[in-house]
């Protein structure tokens, strides 16, 4: 199936440093979402964007819905040992129709913090 | 706990065996989806569940698949004669309503075939 195309695919980064991921789409999607993952757990939401050019924080999170609806980004200020894990993105039409509903992610970035 | 739960969490099974892996959503969610996650990859969707209809089963790989949600909140995806390639941890997710709400991700259930 489709996968959104999310780099880095992995990154190493010293406690205190800022982080900075995107990820990219051949097509439009309505709303972008980016989600955490921790060893043996499900995802769990992050930043939900549901506007193009829509910039959103949350805490040390910043992650803004791209003008083309293609892309997106997720910054990570000041990042702290617990950042640790991995980051996804989402893309969903969610116009209407049960086809829209789905989420396809991408693929990954895992985030290491050296302390 | 409020959240989705999934059961069992690990199972394993012998190649041609039948599992059945349970997905108890968020208590009032109408919408229901069934994701399936490789190893070093994104979720990618099965199936969806508004209330008890199954609207849209396009990312079920196979007729070895199967997923039903009979009354609307618990439901099941089955997958007969399991194969290696089926190994994956299965994510189950719901949402209050359908549209851009918020799915909220059980732990998954990690499906190891040997």
């Known amino acids: 199936g489709q996968q959104l195309n999310q780099s880095p695919q992995s990154m190493f980064i010293q406690e205190g440093e800022d982080v900075s991921m995107n990820c990219t789409s051949s097509s439009i999607f309505n709303t972008w979402l980016w989600y955490k993952q921790d060893p043996g757990e499900g995802p769990v939401l992050l930043i939900a964007?549901?506007?193009?050019?829509e910039l959103t924080s949350n805490g040390r999170l910043t992650a803004q819905f791209g003008i083309t609806r293609k892309d997106s980004f997720l910054n990570i200020s000041a990042s702290i040992p617990s950042d640790v894990g991995i980051y996804f993105c989402a893309g969903q039409l969610g116009y209407s129709g049960a086809g829209s509903y789905q989420l396809t992610f991408g693929k990954g970035t895992k985030l290491s913090v050296i302390p | 706990g409020a959240g989705v739960s999934q059961s069992p969490r690990y199972k394993v099974a012998k190649r041609g065996q039948d599992v059945a892996l349970r997905c108890d959503p968020i208590?009032?969610?109408?919408?229901l989806f069934w994701y399936q996650q490789a190893l070093g990859q994104g979720p990618e969707f099965l199936t969806y569940f508004q209330n008890e209809a199954q609207l849209d089963k396009s990312g079920l790989p196979s007729d070895r698949f199967f997923a039903e949600r009979p009354e609307g909140s618990v439901s099941t995806l089955k997958i007969q004669r399991t194969q290696q390639e089926d190994s994956a941890v299965y994510l189950c997710?719901?949402?209050?309503?359908?549209?851009?709400?918020?799915?909220?991700f059980g732990p998954g259930t990690r499906l190891l075939v040997l």
């Open positions: 997710a719901s949402s209050l309503v359908a549209g851009q709400e918020t799915q909220y």
């Open positions: 208590s009032g969610h109408v919408s």
């Open positions: 964007l549901y506007k193009a050019g």
